[in-house]
Nanobody, 122 residues
Framework: QLQASGGGLVQAGGSLRLSCAASGRTFSNYGMAWFRQAPGKEREFVASISWNGGRTNYAESVKGRFTISRDNAKNTVYMYLQMNNLKPEDTAVYYC???????????????WGQGTQVTVSS
């Protein structure tokens, strides 16, 4: 089970931190990622992280502004997305996802949580 939280309304230039709680499976052994979907658009990849946090990957549109991280220390794995210098075009529903491999090599993620809304006002 994956549950995302932390969304909200923020002004352009502001920051938000999203969280994803992953339980019910050994998510600590697998890669995870954040995706987002804006109104009228297809879901798009935002960032991914390997099982131990050693490898990260970002969409070009968020590089230098967003940081993905994870905490495997507890039974429930937590994944985070620190979003800085937010722009109106970052407005979307953000989803966390779990992969089947320790280091995600594809964009196919079989495990999904519900989304959390992020709205950035100009």
């Amino acid at each position: 089970q994956l549950q995302a939280s932390g969304g909200g309304l923020v002004q352009a230039g502001g920051s938000l931190r999203l969280s994803c709680a992953a339980s019910g499976r050994t998510f600590s052994n697998y890669g995870m990622a954040w995706f987002r979907q804006a109104p009228g658009k297809e879901r798009e990849f935002v960032a991914s992280i390997s099982w131990n946090g050693g490898r990260t990957n970002y969409a070009e549109s968020v590089k230098g502004r967003f940081t993905i991280s994870r905490d495997n220390a507890k039974n429930t794995v937590y994944m985070y997305l620190q979003m800085n210098n937010l722009k109106p075009e970052d407005t979307a529903v953000y989803y966390c996802a779990g992969h089947d491999a320790p280091i995600p090599a594809s964009r196919f993620y079989p495990y999904w949580g519900q989304g959390t809304q992020v709205t950035v006002s100009s």
